[in-house]
């Protein structure tokens, strides 16, 4: 069955550095990966997705991620951070490929702080 | 703007009594999900309905049913809601064809439990 583990249940930047928040995944088969964000008291919503095709896949907002086989990493990465980025991050996996169902397998989450 | 919309946003019920949350789209997907996600967890999810097929996670409670009367519609109905189900109710759609892997998900509705 497919996982992810985010390392990091908070990850802090000040504004202007470098985010980097991490997942790697565990499936069985070559997966979708997904990052959502989800704001306080909102729903979630896609930040990006890789479906196996580039590796690099840019995002909204400013966000990009890197798929690595040999890893098994999706790690989420922005080059300057902004003040409206605080919120919580949750890494997804699913491997359904044949059906139009997508069972989400999320991380944990990471919650990034921001400070001036 | 084409979405997901779930009513009401927040919601008080008393222990032992039943509360329904609703969710629908204008998005015109086949499939409807709920998740539930307790403070500080990722979202778990308990069911979900492609067109009118009910499947229901292994581990949902008896406790939570589904209703699904059309494409755009979908209930979760807490039959009798105790304090641990006190959380984040959100719903997700996605459009069911192969290719198409995103979900996309209503703002969330909070249940309280008194």
């Known amino acids: 069955a497919q996982s992810v583990t985010q390392l990091g249940s908070h990850v802090s930047v000040s504004e202007g550095a470098l985010v980097l928040l991490r997942c790697n995944y565990s499936?069985?088969?070559?997966?979708?990966l997904f990052w959502y964000v989800q704001y306080p008291n909102q729903g979630l919503q896609l930040l990006l997705k890789y479906t196996s095709a580039a590796t690099l896949v840019k995002g909204i907002n400013g966000f990009e991620a890197e798929f690595k086989k040999s890893e098994t990493s999706f790690h989420l990465t922005k080059p300057s951070a902004h003040m409206s980025d605080a919120a919580e991050y949750f890494c997804a996996v699913s491997d359904e490929r044949n059906t139009g169902f997508q069972k989400l397998v999320f991380g944990t989450g990471t919650r990034l702080l921001v400070s001036p | 703007d084409a979405m997901v919309i779930q009513n009401p946003r927040y919601q008080v019920t008393q222990f032992g009594k039943p509360v329904t949350l609703s969710c629908s789209q204008t998005?015109?997907?086949?499939?409807m999900y709920w998740y539930q996600q307790k403070s500080s967890q990722a979202p778990k999810l308990l069911f979900h309905y492609y067109d009118k097929d009910f499947n229901n996670e292994a581990d949902t409670p008896d406790n939570f049913q589904s209703r699904r009367p059309n494409t755009s519609f979908c209930f979760l109905d807490i039959r009798s809601p105790g304090l641990g189900d006190a959380a984040m109710y959100l719903c997700a759609t996605s459009r069911g064809s192969h290719g198409s892997y995103e979900q996309y998900f209503g703002p969330g509705t909070r249940l309280t439990v008194t």
């Open positions: 499936s069985s088969v070559p997966p979708y």
């Open positions: 998005l015109n997907h086949n499939v």
